[in-house]
């Protein structure tokens, strides 16, 4: 007997995209199953004010495949001269729909990030005022904090005081990889978590036993298996204050296998197969639709989509191992299983 699944078509809430060749060359792999997704800034050089979003956006849309139904929703670069106003009216517009926090060097094209937090307060009161959602990559960039404990370290330096001196402020924490982060995102007011195909699957052994795995590499980085047990437990428990937000990160090989690799997993071509997978595993396929299509939505105000995806169970799906872009090849996350749900 076949078995079918079809739920409200998905949403990615944290994507990159890139520019240019690597833009038109993998776009196609994201708008074939998802609706929306919210568009990572760190671009060289970032994507500041409201005109360098709307003209990042017409790439984007003139990038799109013939007939896709892919709407992208646009973020900002928050700088330490951002301008509280220009923000405003960015949203204001529909043009963008909200702001990303990067603590300078804390991953990929973070230099402009922000150093001083005092710096960015008029912004973060702005965006408390017209609910505009501050998407926050937690983790400190302390050279003396080790690199596992960079996000437990966040949330009580960083974030907690930037939530209590902002009452009000919606935030996303970005691709949570730690229990300390499901703990904090549950019991918080104003508060989502996205959080990442990969990051359900790998843990930090299968970065670094038997080989370094450069294309398991990803900021940040995974963790010990007990944090992936408990970002299984938080994806797959119907809290809505967890959604996807993929983190698909494309880096061409020959920058991701050097002696100074990229950090980024590319995950937009097996997603939706990944996740059906991992949800039956753990006997929660009722709730795929919430973590995919529902959550996210209401945490950012916004309908569900209408369209529908249907996934079906058979032989275990093919998917490619690279994709070629105009700027090299790209590997396609190996979630080192085979797959059983593809998408029709
Ligand atoms: O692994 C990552 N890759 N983490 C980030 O925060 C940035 C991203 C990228 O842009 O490559
Ligand atoms: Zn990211």
Same mark, same amino acid.
């Given at each position: 007997?076949?078995q079918?699944?079809?739920i409200?078509?998905?949403?990615d809430?944290?994507?990159?995209?890139r520019?240019?060749a690597?833009l038109?060359?993998?776009?196609?792999?994201t708008?074939?199953?998802?609706a929306?997704a919210i568009?990572m800034?760190?671009l060289?050089?970032?994507?500041?004010t409201?005109?360098e979003a709307?003209?990042y956006r017409?790439?984007?849309?003139s990038a799109r495949?013939?007939?896709a139904?892919?709407?992208?929703?646009?973020?900002?670069y928050l700088?330490?001269?951002?301008d509280?106003?220009?923000v405003?009216?960015?949203?204001?517009?529909g043009?963008?729909t909200?702001?990303?926090?990067y603590?300078?060097?804390?991953t990929?094209?973070?230099?402009?990030g922000?150093?001083?937090?005092d710096?960015?307060?008029p912004?973060?009161e702005?965006m408390a005022?017209?609910?505009?959602?501050?998407?926050?990559?937690?983790?400190?960039t302390?050279?003396e904090?080790d690199?596992?404990?960079?996000? =437990?370290?966040?949330i009580?330096?960083?974030l +907690?005081p930037?939530?209590?001196? $902002?009452? @009000?402020?919606? /935030?996303?924490m970005?691709?949570?990889t730690t229990r300390?982060?499901?703990?904090?995102?549950?019991?918080g007011?104003?508060?989502?978590?996205?959080?990442t195909t990969?990051?359900?699957?790998?843990?930090?052994?299968?970065?670094?036993v038997g080989?370094?795995?450069p294309?398991?590499y990803?900021?940040?980085v995974?963790?010990?298996?007990?944090h992936?047990?408990?970002?299984?437990?938080?994806?797959?428990?119907?809290?809505?204050?967890?959604f996807l937000?993929t983190?698909?990160a494309?880096?061409?090989?020959p920058?991701?296998?050097?002696?100074c690799g990229?950090?980024?997993c590319?995950?937009?071509t097996?997603?939706?197969?990944?996740?059906?997978?991992v949800?039956?595993?753990d006997?929660?396929?009722?709730?795929?639709?919430g973590?995919t299509?529902?959550?996210?939505? =209401?945490?950012?105000g916004?309908p569900?989509? +209408?369209?529908t995806l249907?996934? $079906?169970? @058979?032989a275990? /799906?093919n998917?490619?191992?690279?994709i070629?872009?105009?700027d090299?090849p790209?590997?396609?996350?190996?979630?080192?299983?085979p797959?059983?749900?593809?998408v029709?």
């Amino acid at each position: 007997m076949t078995q079918t699944l079809t739920i409200r078509r998905p949403d990615d809430w944290h994507l990159h995209l890139r520019d240019g060749a690597m833009l038109r060359g993998l776009l196609p792999e994201t708008a074939r199953h998802f609706a929306r997704a919210i568009i990572m800034p760190n671009l060289v050089p970032p994507v500041v004010t409201g005109a360098e979003a709307a003209a990042y956006r017409d790439r984007i849309l003139s990038a799109r495949p013939e007939g896709a139904d892919f709407t992208p929703l646009m973020t900002l670069y928050l700088t330490e001269d951002t301008d509280p106003e220009d923000v405003a009216a960015a949203h204001a517009s529909g043009l963008v729909t909200a702001v990303k926090l990067y603590p300078a060097g804390a991953t990929t094209n973070s230099a402009s990030g922000v150093r001083d937090f005092d710096r960015v307060r008029p912004v973060l009161e702005r965006m408390a005022e017209i609910g505009m959602p501050l998407c926050v990559h937690g983790e400190v960039t302390d050279p003396e904090v080790d690199i596992f404990d960079r996000e =437990a370290a966040f949330i009580d330096r960083v974030l +907690d005081p930037l939530r209590r001196a $902002t009452p @009000g402020l919606r /935030v996303v924490m970005e691709h949570i990889t730690t229990r300390q982060g499901v703990d904090y995102a549950r019991d918080g007011k104003d508060l989502g978590a996205t959080i990442t195909t990969h990051h359900l699957v790998i843990n930090r052994n299968h970065i670094l036993v038997g080989g370094i795995k450069p294309h398991y590499y990803c900021l940040p980085v995974a963790k010990r298996e007990e944090h992936r047990l408990a970002l299984r437990a938080a994806a797959t428990s119907g809290d809505p204050t967890f959604f996807l937000g993929t983190d698909s990160a494309p880096h061409a090989d020959p920058a991701k296998e050097s002696s100074c690799g990229c950090a980024g997993c590319f995950t937009a071509t097996n997603t939706m197969s990944i996740l059906a997978d991992v949800f039956e595993m753990d006997n929660a396929l009722d709730r795929l639709e919430g973590f995919t299509s529902l959550h996210g939505p =209401a945490f950012y105000g916004l309908p569900a989509n +209408d369209a529908t995806l249907t996934l $079906t169970r @058979g032989a275990p /799906v093919n998917y490619p191992a690279k994709i070629e872009t105009g700027d090299g090849p790209v590997t396609v996350f190996d979630p080192q299983m085979p797959l059983h749900w593809s998408v029709s």
